[in-house]
């Protein structure tokens, strides 16, 4: 029986390699229209929602003002920090009149801090074009003018593009480069990139979109409380029937997306169950379909039987070849990491078992200080879903 199992699955990854190969070639860079001669002209707002964010926000915004291409308006929310994030936005609005703080000190019911912010900052905004972005990414200097360029050669309405992701102790290489593995067979992004598609994505690192498009979909206030609020972005947008495209920046934006592992754990709880659509039936078909494809054929390597052996064995490979894909498309880490793949697959059911149980007792998520309940993240997630549908 067992036998037959892996038969199954190695017909599956077979399917996903064959897949992923042709879908990874749909994926343009940011870069890959070039740059114009002549200085392209266009208004753009950038957005930003920072919380706790003293130690990056200068440097984002620092690497924003020296854009080639430079933003009118680059639109800080302040929401609700209880470090020197204020602090550092208004001393760096003091140096660059094209720095506007916003400061928040309450958060009004029914929002998510991070949706309400960008909201906040999105009516604020005047420019033809707004850009979303965190307050800890680094900006390559002509990532706005690609980005422009981007748009014009593709009468785009909408772009969103994959951040090069820093990270410092292998562990936490490892569990990223998993994330992203899973991401890439499960989501498919490149499949946003087809016009007959209804798949939409969307990264919170840097969503570029028309303003008008933006306001026609209803804004963040129609995803209020879906902590997934990038991803339903895209998916909004592409249910208007909204032109869009999902990038790779590896080159042009980077950020150190957590500073070590137990950060990574912590954070993971946000988002966990609304990559799972809030249901507790996924979440343990994930677990346990994770441990059957992706854990258990290592130990069935040094199973007695030998028919089982080569069956895992050829899993093995084929999760290993579609693996060090996955790093090489999405991250700038060195293709050996691929090594540590049965660690990191253990470490990412450790970190998703965690996240659920958790969410769980305690009946919602907690996120920078603020507790959101399970009943109204549910509630908002089936509300956006049917309308993008």
Do not use: C
């Not at 498009?213 to 947008?237: C, F, N, P, S, V």
């Amino acid at each position: 029986m067992l036998f037959w199992i892996y038969v199954l699955t190695a017909v599956v990854w077979f399917v996903l390699l064959v897949d992923f190969k042709a879908g990874i070639r749909k994926i343009p860079s940011l870069s890959s229209a070039g740059l114009s001669h002549s200085e392209p002209v266009a208004d753009i707002s950038i957005i930003i929602a920072a919380k706790d964010e003293e130690t990056a926000i200068t440097q984002t915004l620092d690497s924003l003002v020296q854009q080639t291409l430079p933003p009118n308006e680059i639109i800080v929310i302040n929401d609700r920090s209880t470090d020197k994030t204020g602090t550092w936005i208004d001393e760096a609005a003091a140096r660059h009149p094209q720095i506007i703080p916003v400061h928040v000190t309450d958060l009004p019911e029914g929002w998510l801090g991070k949706n309400h912010a960008l909201h906040l900052g999105a009516s604020k905004a005047g420019g033809d074009y707004l850009v979303f972005t965190d307050a800890d990414i680094h900006f390559h200097e002509d990532t706005l003018r690609y980005a422009v360029k981007l748009m014009e050669k593709h009468q785009l309405d909408y772009v969103t593009a994959a951040p090069d992701l820093k990270a410092g102790s292998f562990l936490l290489k490892g569990l990223i480069s998993f994330f992203l593995f899973g991401f890439s067979y499960l989501k498919r992004p490149w499949t946003a990139n087809d016009p007959e598609s209804n798949q939409g994505m969307g990264i919170g690192a840097f969503q570029f979109i028309r303003a008008e498009a933006y306001q026609h979909i209803g804004g963040h206030e129609k995803m209020k409380m879906r902590a997934d609020d990038d991803l339903a972005l895209g998916q909004r947008m592409k249910a208007a029937r909204y032109s869009q495209m999902f990038v790779s920046a590896t080159q042009h934006l980077s950020v150190e997306w957590y500073p070590d592992l137990p950060s990574a754990l912590k954070g993971f709880e946000k988002n966990a169950f609304a990559g799972l659509n809030y249901s507790f039936l996924l979440s343990i078909s994930a677990l346990f379909g994770v441990f059957l494809s992706q854990v258990l054929p290592f130990f069935l390597l040094f199973h007695p039987d030998s028919s089982l052996q080569m069956i895992s064995f050829i899993n093995v490979l084929l999760l290993f070849y579609l693996y060090i894909l996955s790093t090489r498309a999405f991250t700038t880490y060195p293709l050996w990491l691929a090594s540590a793949l049965p660690l990191s697959a253990v470490l990412f059911l450790y970190m998703l078992a965690r996240a659920l149980i958790l969410t769980w007792f305690r009946g919602g998520i907690e996120w920078r200080g603020s507790r959101y309940s399970l009943r109204e993240l549910k509630q908002n997630f089936r509300d956006t879903k049917e309308e993008s549908e």
